[in-house]
């Protein structure tokens, strides 16, 4: 395992391992207990959405995780919103903060009001999106092939701008950006040359996002761990049954 790319709530790797296997992975991720808004109380509601409008909304904001909060426990958080103007995220007060406090959840003008118990609980991404911690996806890395005739158009008709041209010769920089749109190939075939072969490799590319709940690393980490704590089990019982 080789890490590409690494940013704020997202992790770019290599690892050489079957499809299924990090098709496993990627959706255990929706396996994770991760908190979220499940239940809403608007006892005051004069802005222009709906009381179900609202509710949506407010039960899809990201919340940041509290490890001393118990996985069967819920979390009261509240709303009072009385000036005029959009009401947003930061203005829930509670244990619990939301990841990002800019999410406008409605509007309100002079003299209108909001008030909002909102109750928080643990849940899976596997049962409604709002419990989902981030999301993964992957491909095969290619191994690029440039031979020494390799037409200079390439360099420019590469979507990616992996293709280079250093000391009259053409390279291939960052080419774990490459998804074989083969737009390099069909300009060397009209060339009449075969100047570039793009192979898939038996390395697979992984990218890892988080919403902002629990850091990225972490997701993968416990995603790992549920998916062996299933196979596990699943290995018990097919052992009884023999």
């Given at each position: 395992?080789?890490?590409?790319?690494?940013?704020?709530?997202?992790?770019?790797?290599?690892?050489?391992?079957?499809?299924s296997l990090a098709n496993a992975?990627?959706?255990?991720?929706?396996?994770?207990?991760?908190?979220?808004?499940?239940?809403?109380?608007?006892?005051?509601?004069?802005?222009?959405?709906?009381?179900?409008?609202?509710?949506?909304?407010?039960?899809?904001?990201?919340?940041?995780?509290?490890?001393?909060?118990?996985?069967?426990?819920?979390?009261?958080?509240?709303?009072?919103?009385?000036?005029?103007?959009?009401?947003?995220?930061?203005?829930?007060?509670?244990?619990?903060?939301?990841?990002?406090?800019?999410?406008?959840?409605?509007?309100?003008?002079?003299?209108?009001?909001?008030?909002?118990?909102?109750?928080?609980?643990?849940?899976?991404?596997?049962?409604?999106?709002?419990?989902?911690?981030?999301?993964?996806?992957?491909?095969n890395l290619v191994d690029i092939?440039?031979?020494?005739?390799?037409?200079?158009?390439?360099?420019?008709?590469?979507?990616?701008?992996?293709?280079?041209?250093?000391?009259?010769?053409?390279?291939?920089?960052?080419?774990?950006?490459?998804?074989?749109?083969?737009?390099?190939?069909?300009?060397?075939?009209?060339?009449?040359?075969?100047?570039?072969?793009?192979?898939?490799?038996?390395?697979?590319?992984?990218?890892?996002?988080?919403?902002?709940?629990?850091?990225?690393?972490?997701?993968?980490?416990?995603?790992?761990?549920?998916?062996?704590?299933d196979l596990s089990l699943l290995?018990?019982?097919?052992?009884?049954?023999?």
């Open positions: 395992m080789k890490i590409i790319q690494e940013k704020n709530n997202q992790i770019t790797f290599s690892a050489e391992i079957e499809e992975i990627r959706r255990y991720l929706y396996q994770i207990p991760v908190l979220a808004i499940d239940e809403v109380e608007i006892s005051k509601n004069d802005s222009p959405l709906y009381d179900e409008t609202v509710a949506h909304r407010i039960g899809l904001i990201p919340l940041k995780t509290d490890k001393s909060i118990k996985e069967n426990s819920e979390v009261k958080l509240k709303l009072s919103a009385k000036k005029e103007g959009m009401v947003y995220s930061k203005e829930f007060v509670g244990k619990l903060e939301p990841v990002y406090g800019e999410i406008p959840i409605t509007s309100l003008k002079k003299g209108q009001e909001l008030e909002i118990v909102a109750i928080v609980k643990f849940g899976q991404g596997s049962t409604h999106s709002k419990f989902s911690p981030g999301l993964m996806f992957y491909r092939k440039i031979d020494k005739d390799c037409p200079p158009e390439v360099v420019n008709i590469c979507p990616q701008g992996i293709l280079k041209s250093s000391n009259g010769k053409i390279i291939a920089e960052n080419d774990y950006k490459c998804d074989m749109c083969e737009a390099c190939t069909d300009l060397c075939q009209k060339k009449q040359k075969d100047s570039i072969t793009l192979t898939p490799s038996k390395e697979l590319a992984i990218t890892l996002e988080s919403f902002g709940q629990l850091d990225v690393k972490e997701i993968l980490i416990k995603s790992i761990n549920v998916l062996k704590k290995s018990k019982k097919i052992v009884k049954i023999k």
